[in-house]
């Protein structure tokens, strides 16, 4: 390939750059601050078999990066090795790369960061009778003191780059970074002790533990308190760890936390999956807490991606996102409704103990209609419920048992009911204090969930209504849309739209679903054919199926101001506690609040 040739730039030869000018350029890749630092040398640590690592930091990292660690240490033969490039124990074939184990193995870590600062490398194997300090600049090598492991220094990080050390922030912002980085790693292996000092003071410590007890340590009480645990295998892939409770959300996505085989990384397919699992539960810009880790056979998943390792691309990402949806929402599935707020709670009683009657019913104009009904015959029944007409009908709700309006309180998780608040809230007394229920929300998720199952339940084809266009609207499609339309075509089909390719670049849309038929249909198929580009065909469908049994749902439930007996009260607690997603509305809203005895206390200051 020859050089271009310009006017005003005179030709330059093809030449090999020198070996330290390409460790640099690579360090721009993999040492973006001192946190880039900290986080491979914590991974080597932790590839070492380290079972305690302990960080030293000065000036935010930028002076002193010092990682110590009681590992197999390195022999001494293998030191000036260790610091040439793509020199590495890891992986020594292309086999051993399709099924990479290990936190590092591309072997340019050390070389890079050498390359911008003044490294030095103090380790000592079992066998051997001292330590060796090899210092990375010059090359030397000699004795030193040390037990069995390793100590990295790197000192004065950027020096031979100044321009890359001008875009570093203030050293409090560097130390953040840096304390986040250990963060992750203390997050992946609760059975690794870590501890982090910065000029000279001990900042950060976790001591060895179980997972739950690392989570509290790091992520605080408050998210053990408020998660869930998720525990799922499905096929290949199992999804353990804690999602966080709807009413843990947060404003930003600062609480996420995914791992795969032990290694953190950011990946749009988890992400969105986890996100996905929340939509029946969270809504709006609100975002989940969540620590999750992904366990796969290492040559379903690609860590060689980028050379931070922060990205990793699945063999089969569908199959990854649908594990990781489910999982998630099993967990967040079961009621939480009569858990106590104190940490000695009372679990809850498992749904595995056996169905309970229903012994709510639903009002009778929309919700009396067989299981097995299509979405069609629901959606009919949900456009006959938009104008009321005339007051609202009087439903008759199942009766509560003859001895249920005197159950003890610790029977039932909600206990039993009290009152009723302003023809809005039902007041109820359980074992742990006071609850207090919304029950226009709470009877909105129960009509919802069983919207879902007679669905889920009924035989046919589950289709949405659907209304041809007069005159059908053609658009401009990418490669990309006329693809996935004719790939799709079933599942465009099921949504109720019907898009059919013109040319190799036109699609029409010849219908769409009816109760959609007002809006812009060209808008509505790109948006969907985005959706199922890049999500498996059947989320796709779940979700829009969902949002319209949600507005049916809202318009079916009993409304504000309705007076309820004691026994409809009941019933409707007793419901809630055995419907999934009961604690939030179809709109992400809490349905319950428990006050406990001690915060009644607190409010009329007894006890002081």
């Not at 350029?25 to 078999?49: H, K, Q, T, W, Y």
């Not at 079972?51 to 240490?73: F, H, K, N, P, Y």
Request: hydrophobic share 40%.
């Amino acid at each position: 390939m020859n050089a271009v040739l310009h006017p005003d730039h005179p030709r330059r030869p093809i030449r090999e750059l020198p070996d330290e000018l390409i460790s640099q350029i690579a360090a721009g890749e993999v040492v973006e601050r001192p946190a880039s630092v900290v986080r491979e040398l914590v991974d080597n640590a932790l590839d070492a078999g380290a079972t305690q690592i302990t960080v030293r930091l000065l000036a935010g990292g930028v002076r002193l990066v010092s990682v110590e660690d009681d590992g197999g240490g390195i022999p001494r033969e293998e030191l000036p090795i260790a610091l040439r490039r793509h020199a590495t124990s890891k992986i020594g074939s292309l086999a051993d790369l399709e099924t990479v184990g290990t936190m590092g193995f591309r072997g340019e870590a050390l070389a890079a960061i050498g390359s911008v600062s003044e490294l030095s490398l103090l380790s000592r194997c079992a066998g051997q009778p001292s330590a060796f300090l090899l210092d990375g600049r010059s090359g030397e090598l000699r004795p030193a003191a040390r037990a069995i492991g390793t100590t990295v220094e790197v000192k004065e990080l950027f020096f031979s780059t100044p321009a890359r050390r001008k875009f570093l922030k203030t050293d409090a912002t560097e130390l953040a970074h840096c304390i986040e980085a250990v963060r992750r790693h203390a997050l992946a292996r609760p059975d690794v002790g870590f501890a982090v000092w910065h000029e000279g003071k001990l900042v950060e410590q976790w001591r060895p533990g179980t997972r739950e007890q690392r989570l509290a340590d790091v992520l605080g009480d408050d998210f053990l308190s408020q998660s869930v645990a998720v525990d799922q295998a499905i096929g290949p892939i199992r999804v353990t760890g804690r999602a966080g409770i709807p009413d843990a959300a947060r404003s930003r996505a600062d609480q996420q936390f995914a791992y795969v085989n032990g290694r953190f990384v950011r990946d749009k397919v988890l992400t969105h999956a986890a996100r996905s699992a929340y939509e029946d539960v969270l809504h709006g810009q609100r975002q989940p807490v969540y620590a999750l880790y992904v366990d796969i056979e290492p040559s379903r998943v690609d860590v060689n991606v980028h050379p931070t390792k922060i990205e990793v691309r699945f063999r089969d990402s569908r199959e990854v996102h649908q594990a990781v949806r489910r999982a998630v929402e099993a967990a967040l599935a079961a009621p939480r409704a009569g858990q106590a707020p104190e940490p000695a709670q009372t679990p809850l009683a498992s749904a595995s103990e056996g169905p309970v009657e229903p012994m709510w019913t639903q009002p009778r104009m929309a919700f009396d209609a067989p299981v097995g009904h299509r979405v069609s015959d629901v959606a009919a029944l949900w456009q006959s419920t938009r104008v009321p007409v005339g007051p609202e009908p009087v439903e008759h709700f199942a009766a509560a048992s003859p001895g249920s309006a005197r159950t003890e309180v610790e029977d039932h998780p909600l206990g039993r009911p009290l009152a009723q608040l302003q023809g809005i809230y039902i007041l109820a007394e359980n074992r742990h204090g006071l609850v207090i229920v919304d029950m226009h929300a709470a009877h909105e998720r129960i009509v919802y969930e069983r919207l879902k199952c007679q669905l889920d339940d009924g035989a046919g084809t589950q289709a949405i209504s659907r209304q041809p266009l007069l005159i059908p609207a053609t658009f401009a499609a990418t490669a990309q849309e006329v693809a996935t339309a004719e790939a799709c075509a079933e599942a465009l089909q099921t949504l109720g739209l019907e898009i059919a390719p013109l040319s190799a670049k036109t699609l029409a849309v010849r219908a769409v679903p009816t109760t959609l038929a007002q809006g812009d249909p060209v808008e509505l198929a790109r948006s969907v054919l985005a959706e199922l580009a890049q999500h498996d065909a059947s989320t796709v469908v779940q979700r829009a199926r969902n949002e319209l049994l949600a507005t049916m749902a809202c318009h079916g439930a009993v409304r504000a101001n309705r007076k309820l007996t004691l026994e409809e009260m009941d019933a409707l607690l007793r419901q809630m506690e055995q419907t999934e997603r009961s604690d939030q509305c179809n709109h992400g809203r809490p349905t319950w609040r428990q006050l406990s005895v001690r915060e009644l206390d607190s409010l009329f200051l007894r006890g002081r």
